[in-house]
């Protein structure tokens, strides 16, 4: 274990322990699920031993507040034996899972890996051939440039069963909490997630379908790139004077925004010292965050959030 994973643990072990879940709570969110299991959306391999083999979860954290966790994937959290976690998940959601839960650290950052893809997808395929449930835990959605469908092939292949929990993505959290709808009848008819980092070999970005008028793009992974980015969208048609807008640390009590256009966006983000995660979101309704932004939504500094997340499951599932 890194001396970094190795800090993230004890503080989410100190976390557990500042919990105060009853175990009356408990109890109901163990007999929901259990209720529950039989109609879940999983997916099992034909021929695959179920009854032998465990279950891997690939659940959404969501963009960064713990707050935004869905309340299936608390109650999966809590049952888990192993959690493979990522870089961006907030320490408080990993302090819902259960004393004596392991927790395997799998973050990437740009220029270093801790495991690579492929060692984490033999990972998961291992850990539930040995009979444990195990859950797979990204930042924003599985499915949303989280490598979720490359991990879900691998399990498939291997005769895993799988289940996927979907989380708010950091387009949406971003957004809504920046004051900057993704989507207005004013100002933009569609709206265009893109990454800025593309797979080895994969190709060049379509520019000409992104330069695109009354539309709002969302670039996740493109701080490194922005630049770049902001150059190639001009070139291909797109004003200089195009708003744009980089939101760093969405949903958490560390966000900040920064606002400008095409033009000048690059230099305010290097004044601002801005670093990942950021996202970069293009279009008229970045414009709206003047306005929009001081009234929306902020997560609250100091907010320990495992306890309370617990406390409304627990709620929750009583009145079902």
């Not at 259990?34 to 031993?49: N, T």
């Amino acid at each position: 274990m890194t001396t970094k994973s190795r800090g993230r643990h004890d503080n989410v072990v100190q976390m557990r322990r500042a919990k105060s879940l009853t175990s009356a709570a408990l109890t109901r969110l163990a007999q929901h699920q259990a209720s529950v299991a039989a109609g879940a959306a999983m997916h099992c391999p034909p021929g695959s031993q179920s009854n032998a083999i465990g279950l891997v979860s690939l659940v959404g954290a969501g963009p960064g507040d713990p707050e935004l966790l869905t309340l299936r994937a608390v109650r999966v959290l809590m049952r888990a034996e192993v959690v493979v976690y990522d870089h961006l998940v907030n320490e408080s959601i990993l302090s819902l899972t259960a004393d004596g839960t392991e927790l395997i650290y799998a973050g990437k950052q740009t220029s270093h890996h801790t495991l690579s893809q492929d060692q984490i997808s033999q990972l998961l395929v291992g850990l539930a051939r040995r009979g444990k449930r195990v859950v797979r835990l990204k930042g924003g959605d599985p499915f949303i440039f989280g490598r979720g469908g490359e991990e879900v092939e691998f399990l498939l292949e291997n005769g895993v069963p799988f289940e996927v929990i979907p989380g708010i993505t950091a387009a949406s959290g971003a957004a809504s909490y920046a004051g900057i709808p993704l989507t207005h009848r004013d100002h933009a008819q569609s709206c265009v997630f893109v990454t800025g980092h593309l797979k080895p070999g994969g190709g060049d970005i379509d520019w000409d379908s992104l330069a695109r008028p009354r539309q709002t793009l969302v670039i996740y992974m493109g701080l490194g790139q922005i630049s770049d980015i902001c150059a190639n969208l001009v070139a291909h048609g797109l004003s200089a004077c195009t708003p744009a807008a980089v939101i760093e640390h969405a949903t958490t009590p560390q966000q900040r925004v920064v606002t400008g256009n095409l033009l000048d966006l690059p230099l305010r983000v290097r004044q601002g010292g801005f670093k990942s995660p950021s996202l970069i979101i293009v279009g008229d309704v970045v414009t709206l965050h003047d306005t929009l932004g001081a009234a929306a939504q902020k997560p609250v500094p100091g907010r320990t959030a495992g306890t309370r997340i617990a406390r409304v499951a627990g709620e929750r599932v009583a009145s079902e």
